[in-house]
């Protein structure tokens, strides 16, 4: 018993599904089944009633078989993704075939099948105005038959039973409007089904969704925190280099783009007078050369530069910083500009000279000391050692004064001139710090 009805299930569903494709919309998908279903019962009646009522001594039953190619011709359209035009060719072919078959073996209920079909428009189309159309086209051809007959005398076949075929066929004709409704209803409910299931999935996202969202609301509130605080410390850190340190923008060219006040206190300049003009400007006479066109070479390969840099006052003196050119890039990765920033080091600078100074004063103090007073005072004490072993002879005393005033001179001489070296030195010195 479950065999054949999964057989004709599996019939049913293949019949009714020629020229389905995934890419349909549910217009498209309800229109081609409508088709497909509309035409496989009326196929299946057509058969069934031809082969009773051929048995039953009708021969003109037979000539409903002309359907069957007609038929093959719109599942074949169907097939090939055709369906607009499976449809139109339907409509216009059908009900002229009909019409045939109703004059052709008249007044067996034939043409009732062309009503059958109009009511069945309603069905097929989608626009009221086609579907007008096609009953007013059905009672066109029916008003064919209908003046043939009233024209024509009729002769009947004594071995047709008219009234049991009249009778078959009314319901027949019936029955394919209703099982057209019912199947029409039938994938109506398939898609509101499909719908309410596409309507669950959506509510159901939609409550991630909204989870989502309140995560994400929580996550954009915390963001908007932590990014108000980092950019309360950036600030922080800019105010701290604006105020501490000196900072500039300079372009590729070696021109000031923008500088901070610090900057222009330390170079004795005011902020116009350094911005749109050349940073060589800073730089001290001897090196301003070298130092420029080597900030132009790095800045051709785009690579930072650090060290200390020795910044020219517009008065008088020079400030020192220990300073990094840092490369600022556009989003394609080209340098179009540099970050100065520049920690002053002046004073440990000066610090670091006056020790040089220092220790180079020392070292010559140290030179004097060793060679211009060191060589009188040993002859002194080589005299006196020799006068106090008594290795000196009387007659020899006046030499041995001589000699002692001569050291004596020397000793004099050079401490005379030490005093003087570092009178001298001790000015310089005094001016550095």
Same mark, same amino acid.
């Given at each position: 018993?479950?065999?054949?009805?999964?057989?004709?299930?599996?019939?049913?569903?293949?019949?009714?599904?020629?020229?389905?494709?995934?890419?349909?919309?549910?217009?498209?998908?309800?229109?081609?089944?409508?088709?497909?279903?509309?035409?496989?019962?009326?196929?299946?009646?057509?058969?069934?009633?031809?082969?009773?009522?051929?048995?039953?001594?009708?021969?003109?039953?037979?000539?409903?078989?002309?359907?069957?190619?007609?038929?093959?011709?719109?599942?074949?359209?169907?097939?090939?993704?055709?369906?607009?035009?499976?449809?139109?060719?339907?409509?216009?072919?059908?009900?002229?075939?009909?019409?045939?078959?109703?004059?052709?073996?008249?007044?067996?209920?034939?043409?009732?099948?062309?009503?059958?079909?109009?009511?069945?428009?309603?069905?097929?189309?989608?626009?009221?105005?086609?579907?007008?159309?096609?009953?007013?086209?059905?009672?066109?051809?029916?008003?064919?038959?209908?003046?043939?007959?009233?024209?024509?005398?009729?002769?009947?076949?004594?071995?047709?039973?008219?009234?049991?075929?009249?009778?078959?066929?009314?319901?027949?004709?019936?029955?394919?409007?209703?099982?057209?409704?019912?199947?029409?209803?039938?994938?109506?409910?398939?898609?509101?089904?499909?719908?309410?299931?596409?309507?669950?999935?959506?509510?159901?996202?939609?409550?991630?969704?909204?989870?989502?969202?309140?995560?994400?609301?929580?996550?954009?509130?915390?963001?908007?925190?932590?990014?108000?605080?980092?950019?309360?410390?950036?600030?922080?850190?800019?105010? &701290?280099?604006?105020?501490?340190?000196?900072?500039?923008?300079?372009?590729?060219?070696?021109?000031?783009?923008?500088?901070?006040?610090?900057?222009?206190?330390?170079?004795?300049?005011?902020?116009?007078?350094?911005?749109?003009?050349?940073?060589?400007?800073?730089?001290?006479?001897?090196?301003?050369?070298?130092?420029?066109?080597?900030?132009?070479?790095? &800045?051709?390969?785009?690579?930072?530069?650090?060290?200390?840099?020795?910044?020219?006052?517009?008065?008088?003196?020079?400030?020192?910083?220990?300073?990094?050119?840092?490369?600022?890039?556009?989003?394609?990765?080209?340098?179009?500009?540099?970050?100065?920033?520049?920690?002053?080091?002046?004073?440990?600078?000066?610090?670091?000279?006056?020790?040089?100074?220092?220790?180079?004063?020392?070292?010559?103090?140290?030179?004097?000391?060793?060679?211009?007073?060191?060589?009188?005072?040993?002859?002194?004490?080589?005299?006196?050692?020799?006068?106090?072993?008594?290795?000196?002879?009387?007659?020899?005393?006046?030499?041995?004064?001589?000699?002692?005033?001569?050291?004596?001179?020397?000793?004099?001489?050079?401490?005379?001139?030490?005093?003087?070296?570092?009178?001298?030195?001790?000015?310089?010195?005094?001016?550095?710090?």
């Amino acid at each position: 018993m479950h065999q054949p009805m999964i057989f004709l299930t599996t019939i049913w569903t293949k019949m009714i599904s020629v020229g389905y494709t995934s890419d349909m919309d549910y217009s498209q998908q309800t229109r081609l089944f409508t088709i497909n279903a509309f035409l496989t019962i009326t196929l299946c009646i057509t058969l069934l009633f031809c082969s009773v009522f051929f048995s039953l001594g009708s021969k003109g039953a037979l000539e409903g078989l002309w359907i069957a190619p007609f038929f093959a011709l719109i599942f074949f359209l169907n097939y090939k993704g055709k369906i607009e035009t499976a449809r139109t060719v339907l409509i216009l072919g059908l009900l002229p075939l009909l019409t045939a078959l109703a004059i052709s073996d008249r007044r067996t209920g034939t043409e009732f099948t062309i009503i059958a079909i109009g009511c069945c428009s309603v069905l097929l189309f989608d626009h009221l105005l086609h579907v007008l159309s096609c009953f007013i086209y059905a009672f066109a051809c029916y008003l064919v038959y209908f003046i043939y007959d009233s024209t024509h005398p009729f002769y009947p076949d004594p071995n047709t039973p008219y009234l049991l075929i009249q009778n078959s066929l009314m319901f027949i004709s019936g029955f394919i409007v209703v099982a057209q409704s019912l199947v029409f209803k039938s994938i109506i409910k398939r898609y509101a089904n499909q719908l309410q299931e596409a309507n669950d999935v959506v509510l159901t996202k939609n409550k991630a969704l909204e989870t989502s969202n309140k995560l994400l609301i929580a996550f954009s509130g915390n963001l908007d925190k932590l990014v108000q605080e980092k950019n309360e410390q950036l600030k922080d850190y800019s105010d &701290a280099i604006d105020h501490y340190t000196c900072s500039a923008i300079v372009s590729t060219d070696a021109v000031f783009l923008k500088v901070n006040q610090v900057f222009a206190d330390h170079s004795g300049y005011t902020k116009e007078e350094l911005i749109h003009h050349d940073i060589s400007i800073i730089f001290p006479d001897n090196s301003r050369v070298r130092l420029t066109e080597e900030f132009k070479y790095l &800045a051709n390969l785009g690579k930072p530069w650090g060290g200390e840099l020795k910044i020219k006052n517009k008065v008088s003196g020079y400030s020192w910083t220990d300073c990094v050119f840092i490369p600022i890039k556009n989003t394609e990765g080209i340098v179009v500009e540099y970050l100065y920033i520049g920690f002053l080091i002046t004073e440990r600078k000066q610090h670091q000279q006056l020790r040089e100074k220092t220790s180079t004063l020392l070292e010559n103090i140290a030179y004097r000391t060793s060679h211009q007073i060191r060589g009188p005072v040993a002859n002194i004490e080589g005299l006196a050692n020799l006068i106090r072993q008594g290795l000196i002879k009387e007659e020899e005393y006046p030499r041995v004064v001589d000699m002692l005033i001569t050291a004596n001179e020397s000793l004099r001489n050079a401490t005379t001139d030490l005093v003087k070296f570092v009178n001298e030195h001790q000015e310089d010195y005094l001016k550095d710090r």
